[in-house]
């Protein structure tokens, strides 16, 4: 056991986001999905428990397997109380061995519990916001602030969704499982867009102290590549493909102390060619077949991004056309304001403002902090100090993020003075 700490709390909270889905996936394999309720019971308790024992005796050495021995060991003791079969109790008791894992990951051929868990709640029953908030909130340990902010809807809504998918599943309405066969492919689409918001919520963290989390986008990008290897589907490689683009790109997002750095001033000599290789390489992987998903569009404007020689060379035509494409195909205001944003790079900042100022009445984007960012910028770069300051000050008080609101505080010092 390492010394006691005075960060205990910090570490628990860190944990509770990284382990705490691997954990409720991992009993709800043995208890079965039926009993989701009690498995993120025990993982509650688990991370209670810890905060109280590594504050009196120290954080052990491997946090995370501390966890999962006591969520195993309080899952045992349920199985005790409530008289289940001996059955979950052998299987609670000792982790599976390479002959039984056929059995207890079915015929879905999936070798891992947060895949098998995803396909689980996407349930073709669920309706399609709240499965969503089901796996924003069970499986990416986000909390409803979280889901809100990924589903750009408000908090009392997200919490209305998560309620009414629980009690589908609590009353019997329906029953949670692995699917296997053709039903995979039939979820394929929601689970994709899972590991999205999943990578976008890492990719740009809407709370706490960090820009990026890269935990999050970690496990996305984990969860994805198993999917390539299980589903060889142009959708499946094309997702994969955005994410190492955008992961290509981590080291140049932050500068000194973990402050936001815009994109035009990141220095491209520390994006990771190696990711971005294994992207073009995805992204010719998904080039089979006819159809276009929006994750071949956005991949592709991310490799346009990564492959252009310098900011100024950048096809901003071509990736305004994409965005375009991408957003007849799913028409929503967050798409017509990266237009916009392109746009003041083509017809300059007096066109996009005027392509934006119409979204304020967008009820999506009534509280999204990019938005008032955008606009703050725009009117910086068209000589407009106080609508610049007005615009920030909006996005000031809108995001939670501690790095996005020292960044337009900065901004707004900069423009006063």
């Known amino acids: 056991m390492s010394e006691g700490s005075p960060d205990v709390g910090v570490l628990v909270d860190h944990l ?57 060991r309080k899952a045992l003791n349920h199985v005790k109380r409530t008289g289940r079969k001996q059955r979950a109790h052998d299987r609670i008791g000792r982790e599976p061995a390479a002959e039984q894992q056929a059995e207890v990951f079915l015929e879905s051929d999936l070798e891992d519990s947060m895949l098998r868990m995803i396909f689980a709640c996407c349930h073709p029953d669920l309706a399609p916001p709240d499965r969503l908030a089901l796996v924003l909130k069970i499986l990416c340990g986000f909390g409803s602030a979280e889901v809100a902010r990924a589903l750009l809807i408000g908090e009392e809504a997200a919490n209305k969704r998560l309620y009414r998918a629980r009690k589908l599943i609590s009353d019997g309405g329906i029953a949670l499982e692995a699917p296997g066969g053709a039903e995979l492919d039939g979820r394929l689409g929601a689970v994709l867009q899972s590991l999205y918001l999943l990578y976008n919520e890492g990719y740009s963290a809407t709370g706490g102290d960090e820009l990026i989390r890269k935990d999050l986008c ?67 992987e998904a080039a089979q077949g006819d159809a276009v998903s929006r994750w071949h569009l956005e991949a592709s404007i991310a490799a346009m991004h990564c492959t252009a020689p310098s900011y100024a060379q950048t096809d901003w035509s071509g990736i305004r056309g994409m965005y375009r494409q991408l957003n007849a195909l799913h028409p929503n205001p967050v798409l017509r304001l990266n237009v916009a944003i392109i746009t003041a790079e083509i017809e300059g900042p007096e066109v996009a403002i005027s392509q934006i100022e ?10 999204y902090p990019l938005l008032y960012a955008t606009l703050g910028e725009l009117h910086r770069r068209a000589g407009r100090a106080g609508d610049a300051c007005l615009n920030l000050e909006k996005a000031l008080a809108l995001t939670s993020s501690s790095r996005e609101r020292a960044f337009y505080q900065e901004r707004l010092a900069a423009l006063s003075a």
């Not at 979204?359 to 984007?365: D, M, Q, T, V, Y």
């Open 16 to 72: 509770f986001r990284s382990e705490y889905p691997k954990l409720v996936a991992v009993l709800t394999r043995h208890f079965g999905f039926e009993n989701l309720a009690v498995a993120e019971d025990l993982v509650q308790e688990t991370l209670v428990a810890a905060m109280h024992h590594w504050s009196v005796n120290g954080v052990p050495d491997v946090p995370a397997a501390w966890l999962m021995a006591v969520a195993k």
């Open 218 to 284: 970690l496990e996305a990008m984990r969860l994805c590549r198993l999917l390539t290897l299980r589903f060889s589907q142009p959708p499946v490689h094309a997702l994969m493909a955005l994410m190492c683009f955008h992961t290509a790109r981590f080291d140049s997002r932050l500068g000194n102390g973990g402050t936001v750095v815009l994109f035009h001033e990141q220095d491209r000599s520390t994006w990771n060619t190696d990711l971005i290789r294994a992207g073009m390489w995805q992204l010719s």
């Open 358 to 367: 119409p979204l304020r009445g967008e009820r999506k984007l009534a509280r």
